[in-house]
């Protein structure tokens, strides 16, 4: 998926909606402008996780946050621990990449918060 953008932006917010249908798979929003990824918020969903159950926002390759751990009850938040300042910067043309792993349910929402970079 794109997104354009025409005006300033002083924050924007990629949410992420996850299935445990896409083990290991991979979500990608490419951006047009240069985006300062600085903080991930998510909530797990109406199932509990179990050993094994991620998530990871990146930047291309390269991770952005901590492995969040989804090894958690139905309904209850989750927040990334950090954000590695040396990649969280995605350029114009870049992808912010959100990273699923599984063994149980992964079924999850997380929210990226970006500022322009």
Known sequence: MAATFDA???MLVVRS?????????????????GLKVIDVV???????????DTILVG???????D???LNIAANTSFRAASIDTAFSTVAA??????????????GCWANVYCVPA
């Open 67 to 69: 492995a969040m751990v």
């Open 42 to 52: 998510g909530n797990k969903g109406l199932v509990g996780g179990g050993a094994g």
């Open 93 to 106: 043309g870049g992808a912010i990449r959100v990273t699923v792993a599984f063994n149980t349910d992964n």
């Open 17 to 33: 909606t996850v299935t445990n249908t896409n083990p290991g798979s991979n979500a990608s929003l490419t951006t047009t402008r």
């Open 59 to 65: 930047n291309a390759a390269n991770a952005i946050t």
């Open 8 to 10: 300033t932006v002083p």
